[in-house]
């Protein structure tokens, strides 16, 4: 009899589920909530519980600990039942580099659950786990991420880790940060009234400001986040807490902090990116990857600048099969490139993974904020085709419909009315506005949606990896011990077993075709002609062979050899990114 247990998702709502059998978990099931966003005491509860109950699958470690001496945890899952995970065609995903972009770490656990609650239940989770190793880093920032989570904070901050900066460099670190005057536990908005101001109450809501026309006289001046001069410069927050960049700080087109704010001393200066960096250095067998990022629904491809120009073709191929595909399990997110589409970005780990390590890497931007979602909704046109008068109106439109959706979907929670406020340096002010769940983040009802589509995403990405079969093995006896085996190997998966970025620059090695037994490989060739018998030589190592463009996308290869020895072969394909694969031949 299967064992059931509940667990609660959205707004209270309750998901019962079956686990393959009684004997998968001990005493203690793994229970799970999406209600609410975990942080980092929960997560390491959730993560531990994970491995306590799945112990066959899931190995979780720490990569290093972080400034504030949190544990950098990664999760393994691999069924060792079906071979190592090195043998395997790895994915790897990580969320939450930056501290305020918090819902890829759940995208992650959802993933995780996912797999091992279907695992023996769908074919999908089951071939997935038997056939790939994930590689998972639920949060990379967890300093900042609880901060987040459980201190005051505004939509967009923390970002960084959370190392202490000397931003306005007066020789103290992060002391003149945003102050929660208010005290609504949120870092929002300062205006004041001023005749000679910029801004203007909307003419049907007065919460919302909107900028003046010419000649015509303001009401209103924005002062900027809530805060006070803590340290008595004359500024107000020019110090906050941390000040750089993780997504800017990676190997590969990396540029100094003049060129690219945020980007640190040096490459992998961070133990968050450092950390990052050796796990996957560690692990050369992963071929796709997944970052996790906010907000704006996108699924991102590189290049994150164009000064090294664009991707090869052949493997831009492969990302817009995978990417198209991701626009229909994501429905409103655009599949478009960093660069070109949103901005530039140099060193990020988009860039890095792909032309440092081989690896096809995807970085969604989660979730669109009410904003976005009521623009979709309006059918306004594009900027391009509107003229001055006509945009504007359509802007305050959509300013009133998010006002809308504050006050009727998300009922008043994630905004704060405008109150006086007595400032100590601009006097009367009011304070008020979009709380920091209010934005970048999906409200409690959606974060189920947004965890099970991206992690479907990820898991189809993972099924792209390549699947190789021995499709066919022909052995014919030419004369004694003499022999020719002609072995077609067949990829059904989209995602050749070598990039070709990675055949370009030499980023890996080769292919690995190997045989093994009382036999000797006297020659070989890849069959280009099988009607006129044409073959291309190849060549060969001792009993082995190395194919250094792998097999190619959806594609069938065949491999003549001429063998010399009797009894039973071994066969081995061994990809270093598309797994290990054996088969036997009988020569007699």
């Known amino acids: 009899m299967k064992k059931h247990k509940l667990i609660q998702i959205g707004m209270g709502v309750l998901l019962c589920f079956s686990l393959i059998s009684p004997k998968m978990l001990s005493a203690e099931d793994v229970k799970l909530s999406f209600d609410h966003f975990y942080d980092y005491e929960e997560l390491t509860q959730t993560l531990k519980a994970f491995e306590k109950n799945y112990p066959q699958f899931v190995k979780v470690q720490s990569l290093g600990k972080t400034h504030q001496g949190r544990e950098i945890w990664s ?25 305020n972009e918090i819902q890829g770490t759940e995208v992650a656990i959802y993933a995780i659950w996912y797999l091992l609650k279907n695992y023996g239940e769908t074919d999908l989770a089951t071939r997935l786990l038997d056939e790939r190793a994930f590689y998972i880093i639920p949060t990379m920032n967890p300093d900042s991420r609880d901060h987040y989570i459980n201190r005051v904070a505004d939509p967009n901050s923390p970002r960084t880790g ?132 906010n907000f704006g629904g996108m699924i991102l491809v590189g290049p994150g600048a164009n000064n090294f120009g664009e991707y090869p073709r052949a493997d831009m191929s492969i990302y817009d099969y995978v990417g198209k595909k991701g626009e229909k399990i994501l429905p409103g997110y655009r599949y478009i490139k960093v660069y070109k589409d949103l901005y530039t970005v140099y060193g990020g780990s988009i860039d890095w993974t792909y032309n440092v390590l081989g690896i096809y890497t995807y970085s969604n931007e989660l979730d669109m904020d009410a904003f976005d979602d009521l623009a979709a909704m309006l059918g306004t046109q594009d900027e391009e085709e509107q003229d001055e008068d006509l945009a504007r109106l359509l802007s305050y439109q959509q300013m009133l419909n998010e006002m809308a959706y504050y006050d009727l979907v ?69 004369e004694k011990d003499l022999y020719q085996i002609d072995v077609a190997i067949e990829n059904s998966r989209v995602t050749p077993t070598i990039s070709f970025v990675a055949q370009q620059k030499k980023l890996h090695r080769g292919d690995r075709f190997q045989i093994e037994g009382n036999v000797k490989l006297l020659a070989a060739g890849r069959l280009t002609d099988k009607y006129r018998n044409i073959t291309q030589k190849v060549e060969t190592q001792e009993n082995f062979l190395w194919i250094q463009r792998g097999i190619p996308s959806f594609g069938r290869v065949v491999y003549r050899l001429l063998v010399q020895g009797k009894g039973e072969m071994n066969l081995i ?16």
């Open 75 to 99: 999760v393994i899952l691999n069924n060792p039942k079906t071979g190592p995970a090195e043998h395997k065609s790895g994915y790897y995903i990580d969320g939450n580099i930056h501290g």
């Open 162 to 293: 959370l190392i202490p900066m000397d931003d306005d460099q007066d020789g103290v670190a992060d002391e003149d940060g945003p102050d929660d005057l208010d005290g609504d536990g949120s870092i929002t908005m300062m205006r004041k009234k001023d005749p000679n101001g910029y801004m203007i109450p909307h003419p049907e809501d007065s919460r919302i400001l909107i900028p003046v026309r010419p000649g015509q006289k303001g009401e209103y001046t924005m002062l900027g986040q809530e805060g006070i001069d803590n340290d008595g410069d004359g500024f107000i927050n020019e110090d906050p807490m941390g000040g750089y960049d993780m997504n800017r700080n990676y190997g590969y087109n990396w540029q100094p902090n003049y060129v690219q704010m945020g980007s640190g001393y040096f490459p992998f200066c961070w133990p968050e990116t450092k950390a990052t960096r050796d796990f996957l250095l560690a692990h050369p067998n992963i071929f796709g990857a997944q970052h996790f990022h």
């Open 410 to 478: 998300l009922m008043g929670e994630q905004y704060t009315d405008w109150k006086p406020y007595d400032h100590p340096l601009y006097g009367e002010v009011e304070i008020g506005g979009v709380k920091k769940f209010g934005r970048r983040v999906p409200p409690l009802f959606r974060l189920v949606e947004t965890s099970h589509r991206n992690a479907a995403f990820c898991l189809y990405h993972a099924d792209q990896l390549p699947r190789l079969t021995f499709d066919e093995v022909k052995v014919k006896k030419l």
């Open 573 to 588: 394909y061994d990809s270093l990114k598309g797994g290990y694969y054996t088969t036997t031949a009988n020569l007699e």
